[in-house]
Structures are given as structure tokens and as C-alpha cells.
């Protein structure tokens, strides 16, 4: 029986003694966990106005989670277009969810491809033909793996670069791990654009907006964190450093932005959706290059089935709607 609108509604979501939401059909979802459940969200409760219903979040337990906002995939030193969905994602960030984020004290997490030499003797296949792989003439490819022991020789000078199937360009899908040689930057310079997606390379370095607004934030008292992930997702697993460092500091809540919507970013959310999390999307905060139905797709779904949506614009406009309700 469908419930009566004209009557005020509420009910406890999940487990009163464990996990759990409180949902009022006059005030939207409140994801506070207040206890007792009847009692008013916690102080320094933000309410977000999402596309579907009200939802109202704990500061203290919340995360804006930044997903590979990283040179490699922005920068127009390495091809990426100086007009592309990413930039103007970026803009949005800059502009508004970042500042609204810290000023209603939600930790702001930089999660971003970093791999280790370690990382690239333990990833599968799978991951690794994304990025581009290389081959060598059938010939070499015999001679080198006709011992169970493994390559003998190295042949990498006559290696070839395959990503024919997954229409990338190989100027700049290398393979993970492998050199992309020099770059030529806005000011002129050139300088190594270091080994694909490694740590501590310029390629794998925040966009240069991003990271003056990171290196900032490490000299304030609530520093931006920065996370490394080595699959599409970061949270594959609970243990990884991003499912590690959620639990360890209590944070339950997930604001999602980033790189690409359907691929990193969907593939983090989603896990984080499987381990409990509370999901939302900075729809304008986040973009895609695949074609346009891949973004409305990830967006339909979470404001329908495992989250709530909302654009920076309004992320802002809400946080300052609810800290002016508290300085009242």
C-alpha cells in the first residue's frame, strides 16, 4: 500500500543498532545517524537540495572524493584538447565544491593513480591492455618465452606499441609503467612527463590549478589527503588505501567527482556503494570522453538507486544555506 502524502511519514532505514538512515517524507533523508533516531541530526548538519529529495549529511564524516584529476588525463601537453569535459569539471571544482567543501569542514581526498614497481608485478592482464601493451615479432616472441623460466633476452628495443583495439592514441598510451618522454608545457619549458601513472612522476602530479589548491590546503588544519589507487576503482578492496583510510577515520559518506564518470568514477562509487557507503555525484564535477549516454547513464543511476545527485553550483549554494542557519 503506497504511503499517504498528506500525512507526515518517517522511518528508520537499515539497522537501528548498527547502520542506519532516518527518513521524513516533509524533510528528505537525514544520513546523521542520530541517536536516538527521533532525536534532531547532529550539529553542523548540512542539508543538500539533490535532484530527487532532500538529504542531510554529517560534515564529520564526510568526504568530497577528487578521482584522477591528474596531468595525464587533462593536461594538453600530453594532447588532451584545452576545451575538454575534464577542464571545465575542473573550473566547477575550483570555483565551487572545493571551497564549499572546506569551508563546511568535509575532508576533501585525492584519489589518483599511483602505481609502485610492486603494483606492476601483481596487476592482471586486464588492466594493463587498457593502457596500451607492447608486442614483438612472432619470431622474438619464441625465442624469448620457449623456456619456462621466461624471457631470456630483452627485446624491447623491437617492441610495438598495440592499442589498435581500444582506439586510444599511442602517442600517450604507452603501458603502464613505460617512459612517455618530454613534454612541452604552456610556459615553453620541457621537461619529463615521467613513467605512465607512477608515483611521484609529473604526469601522474593534480592538474596545475589542482595541485596549488592541494599543496595549499597542507598548511591549513584540515589538509587535503591524497590516496593512490592501482585499478579503475580505488576500492576494490576494504583493505585498499582508500577503503583502509574510510574506515579507520570513520567516514561514511562519499561526495564523488572526477575522471572518467563511467569508468574510475563510477567503478570507486560503486564499490563504496557495495561496502556501505553513502553515495552522492557532483554531476558537472565529473566527466567522461566516451560518448554522451555513458555520463546521463552513471548520473540516472545513482540519483535513482544508490545515491543522490546534485551539480557544484548548488553543493555550495546548500552548504552556505545550512552554516547560516547555524551562525543564527
Known amino acids: ?87 571545465k569539471c575542473q573550473n566547477a571544482l575550483l570555483e565551487h565544491a572545493i571551497p564549499a567543501a572546506r569551508k563546511a569542514g568535509i575532508q576533501i581526498v585525492w584519489l589518483n593513480w599511483g602505481l609502485s614497481d610492486e603494483d606492476l608485478e601483481r596487476l592482471p592482464p586486464g588492466v594493463f591492455r587498457a593502457f596500451g601493451f607492447s608486442t614483438m615479432a612472432a619470431e622474438d616472441f619464441t625465442k624469448s618465452y620457449s623456456s619456462p623460466a621466461g624471457p631470456g633476452e630483452d627485446f624491447s628495443a623491437a617492441n610495438t606499441l598495440c592499442t589498435n583495439d581500444l582506439g586510444k592514441d599511442s602517442r600517450t598510451y604507452k603501458g603502464l609503467g613505460r617512459p612517455l618522454g618530454d613534454v612541452t608545457l604552456s610556459n615553453g619549458s620541457t621537461i619529463p612527463a615521467g613513467r605512465m601513472l607512477m608515483r611521484d612522476q609529473w604526469n601522474s602530479e593534480l592538474s596545475p590549478p589542482l595541485q596549488e589548491s592541494f599543496k595549499a590546503s597542507l598548511t591549513t588544519s584540515k589538509p587535503d589527503v591524497w590516496l593512490h589507487k592501482n585499478r579503475i576503482t580505488g576500492l576494490h578492496l576494504p583493505t585498499s588505501s582508500a577503503g583502509a ?19 574510475c568514477v563510477n567503478g570507486s562509487l560503486t564499490d563504496a556503494y557495495a561496502h556501505g557507503n553513502d553515495i552522492f555525484l557532483l554531476s558537472d564535477g565529473c566527466a567522461t570522453t566516451s560518448p554522451g549516454g555513458a555520463h546521463d547513464s552513471v548520473v540516472y543511476n545513482i540519483a535513482r538507486t544508490m545515491g543522490f545527485v546534485l551539480d557544484c553550483e548548488g553543493f555550495e549554494r546548500d552548504v552556505e544555506a545550512s552554516l547560516s542557519k547555524r551562525g543564527s
Open 1 to 87: 500500500m503506497a504511503a499517504d502524502t498528506s500525512v507526515r511519514q518517517r522511518a528508520v532505514i537499515g539497522n537501528v543498532n548498527d547502520d542506519f538512515w532516518v527518513y521524513d517524507n516533509e524533510k528528505g533523508f537525514d544520513l546523521t545517524r542520530p541517536s536516538p533516531p527521533t532525536a534532531l541530526s547532529k550539529p553542523g548538519a548540512i542539508t543538500l537540495q539533490t535532484t530527487t529529495s532532500p538529504a542531510t549529511i554529517d560534515p564529520a564524516i564526510s568526504a568530497l572524493v577528487i578521482i584522477d584529476m591528474q596531468n595525464f588525463f587533462l593536461s594538453t601537453a600530453l594532447g588532451r584538447p584545452a576545451d575538454s569535459k575534464g577542464l
Open 245 to 263: 583510510y574510510f574506515r579507520d577515520h570513520g567516514v561514511k559518506t562519499l561526495i564523488f567527482a572526477g575522471v572518467n564518470t563511467d569508468q
